[in-house]
C-alpha cells in the first residue's frame, strides 16, 4: 500500500490529513486523532536502519498496537517493532507490498481506536455512574 492512498483513506475515514512536522524530512508525515495525539506516522527510513539489509529507502508506517499483541505481530514478515517510537505500544509496517492493503488498513483503524481509547472509557465510566 502506498502511502498515498492511506492518506486518502484517513481524509476519507477520519477527516485526517498529514502533517509534515520536520523540514528535515519533508516526506514524513504525521497523523493526527481529532483529540491532538499521533495515531500513525509515515516515513521513508533507509532500510538498515530497520535492521533490515541494504541502504535503499523503504516507506513505514508506525501505528499504536495493543501491548498484548505486539510481540506476536513483530513476529510476522512485513511488521517490526515501531521505528522511533515505544516498541511495546507500536509497530512499524513496511508499506513495501509485504502486507496486504486490508491488514495495513485493519492496523491504521486499531491504531486510531487505542488513541481514541481513553475518551471512550471516561464516556463508559460516567454512564454507569
Given at each position: 500500500?502506498?502511502?498515498?492512498?492511506?492518506f486518502?483513506?484517513?481524509?476519507?475515514?477520519?477527516?485526517?490529513?498529514?502533517e509534515?512536522?520536520?523540514?528535515?524530512?519533508?516526506?514524513?508525515?504525521?497523523?493526527?486523532?481529532k483529540?491532538?495525539?499521533?495515531?500513525?506516522?509515515?516515513?521513508?527510513?533507509?532500510?538498515?536502519?530497520?535492521?533490515?539489509?541494504?541502504?535503499?529507502?523503504?516507506?513505514?508506517?508506525?501505528?499504536?498496537?495493543?501491548?498484548?499483541?505486539?510481540?506476536?505481530?513483530?513476529?510476522?514478515?512485513?511488521?517490526?517493532?515501531?521505528?522511533?517510537?515505544?516498541?511495546?505500544?507500536?509497530?512499524?509496517?513496511?508499506?513495501?507490498?509485504?502486507?496486504?492493503?486490508?491488514?495495513?488498513?485493519?492496523?491504521?483503524?486499531?491504531?486510531?481506536?487505542?488513541?481514541?481509547?481513553?475518551?471512550?472509557?471516561?464516556?463508559?465510566?460516567?454512564?454507569?455512574?
Amino acid at each position: 500500500m502506498k502511502k498515498e492512498e492511506i492518506f486518502e483513506y484517513v481524509k476519507k475515514q477520519y477527516g485526517t490529513v498529514p502533517e509534515y512536522l520536520w523540514a528535515q524530512s519533508p516526506d514524513n508525515a504525521v497523523l493526527r486523532h481529532k483529540n491532538g495525539k499521533w495515531y500513525a506516522v509515515v516515513m521513508t527510513v533507509e532500510k538498515s536502519k530497520l535492521g533490515l539489509e541494504g541502504k535503499d529507502p523503504v516507506d513505514i508506517m508506525d501505528v499504536k498496537c495493543d501491548p498484548d499483541m505486539t510481540n506476536m505481530i513483530i513476529q510476522t514478515y512485513g511488521f517490526l517493532p515501531g521505528y522511533h517510537m515505544n516498541k511495546q505500544h507500536w509497530i512499524t509496517i513496511l508499506l513495501d507490498g509485504s502486507v496486504s492493503e486490508a491488514k495495513t488498513l485493519d492496523f491504521l483503524d486499531m491504531s486510531y481506536d487505542l488513541i481514541d481509547g481513553a475518551g471512550r472509557k471516561e464516556e463508559n465510566v460516567s454512564g454507569l455512574q
